[in-house]
Structures are given as structure tokens and as C-alpha cells.
């Protein structure tokens, strides 16, 4: 188990990597972000990014999840006050493989038995081009004693 | 069709309601945050929030669902470059009906053709209190000649 204790500024973790299936992108789009260049072939071909294209919130939430099983479920997680300067740099394209990685910023203790910790959260596709990052934070619980 | 010239600072948008379920809380939290106060009855019943609260990600994803069925498909919407200052402030719980707002905060041209539109999103639950905000960004593009 990680506890706050256990974090300090400029650890670096692997988060691992995603493969994102057109079906998958699809689906999220359908229920959270139904664009034309997200949900619709012809539209997408059309559109500015050539193809079908990935929601960025569906991204995002990738991210997290890979961030969830390389970090969170191993650690004294108590839930996030929010995220900065989330940037989407790269389309996510049906097939691309997504790799994560985060690096610890800052951790600061926020109340007894409670830290905070910022960091930057990206994700590289299979040709190593950045397509998101964004600064992150998360409270995680102190060692019991 | 709402061009980039139809937006200005001030303008605000209703964007709708959504009813959040709890089956729905549960498949999403399942494919991308599975963290136990998302996921499992009795992990969250003894968490610090006392019961199931969606993923960030979801409410985050949701408010992408009104913003998209109000405005951007109805505009000429181009992506965006990301959020800024997204912050979650309380919980979202099964059956909570999650209602957003959208506020202009700035235009300004991009290239030629494509201006830049800033603005805050909000999300309000039926008590009329705040679960999510954050700072949005999106390319429109200008009207046709």
C-alpha cells in the first residue's frame, strides 16, 4: 500500500498502455460527445481531422484509467479536488496504442492524516507523440501509526 | 448554425438536465475508474464520501453531453485545446440530476477563420449546488462569405 509518506516530488511511474479500439470510441462519443468528427465516418473524413477521432474527455479518462491501476488502487487514494491545464495536443485515432506516465510535482500535507499530491499526468500514442497531459492532483492517506 | 461572430463575453447558455443512475455510475467507473467508492457498495458505504460517487471523468463527460446537445452541434464547432481549472466540489450520487450552465468569457480570432472561445461550464445537482466547474476553451469558425 502507498501512502503519502511514500510519494515525493520527481517519482516517475509507468502507467502502461491502452489500446483504443474504434468500437470504444464510438460508444463513449455516443453517450458523452455525439460531434459529427467523433460519431460519424463520413462527417469525420470530412472534417478537419481527416477521420474519426477520439472524444478528449474519453482520453482523459483512459488516462485514468491506467492511473487507477498503476497508481490509485495501490495507494491510500481519498479521492481528487481537480485537475489544471489539461491539454489535448494530439487526435486519438481508432487503433493507436496510448502510453502512460506520471511524475510527482509537489506533495504537501493538507490536514492530519491527509497530503496532497500534484503531478503531471501525459499520454504518448504508439509513435511516441504527445496527444494529452495535464496536471493532476490527488489527497492520499498518511501511514496509520 | 451559431458562427464564431454569434458569441460574445456575458452570453450564457442553458445547457439542460441529465439523471445521473446508478448503473450507469457503476459501467463507467468499471471500464475507466475503478476505484472502490466507484464501483463497490460496501467500499464506499465505509469511505469518506459514505456511499457511490461517480468518477470526476463521468460528471466531467456528462457536462461534455449537454454542452455538445445545446451548442456545439448546433455551431460550427472545431475541437478544443483543453480546459483549465477544472474542479470537483462535491459528490455526485446515484439519482442526483445534474443541470449545467455555460458562460462566454472571452472571443478572440485564432486564424483566419477560426476564433477562439473561452468560457466556464458549470454543473448544479437538484439542491442547486455546485459538483463541477471548469474553465472551457473551443475553436468555432467564422461564417461563410
Redesign the interface.
Known amino acids: 500500500m502507498i501512502y503519502f509518506e511514500d510519494m515525493e516530488p520527481g517519482m516517475e511511474y509507468e502507467l502502461g498502455s491502452y489500446n483504443v479500439t474504434e468500437a470504444e470510441i464510438l460508444e ?1 462519443a455516443k ?7 467523433h460519431i460519424n465516418h463520413q462527417a469525420a473524413q470530412e472534417s ?2 481527416g477521420g474519426l477521432i477520439a ?4 482520453t ?3 488516462c ?2 491506467l492511473y ?2 498503476a497508481i ?2 495501490k495507494a491510500a ?12 495536443k494530439r487526435p486519438v485515432r481508432p487503433g493507436d496504442t496510448l502510453t502512460g506516465r506520471f511524475k510527482i510535482t509537489e506533495c504537501k500535507p493538507f490536514r492530519p492524516g491527509v497530503g496532497i499530491v500534484k503531478g503531471t499526468a501525459e499520454l504518448k500514442n504508439q509513435d511516441g507523440k504527445l496527444v494529452m497531459n ?1 496536471l493532476g492532483q490527488g489527497m492520499f492517506g498518511t501511514r496509520p501509526s
Chains 1, 2 share one sequence.
Do not use: C, E, T
Request: proline content about 8%; glycine content about 8%; charged content about 15%.
Open positions: 463513449f453517450k458523452y460527445d455525439p460531434q459529427p468528427f478537419m481531422f472524444s478528449g474527455w474519453h482523459a479518462s483512459i485514468m484509467r487507477v491501476d490509485l488502487n487514494s481519498l479521492g481528487s479536488p481537480g485537475v489544471d491545464q489539461l491539454r489535448w495535464f
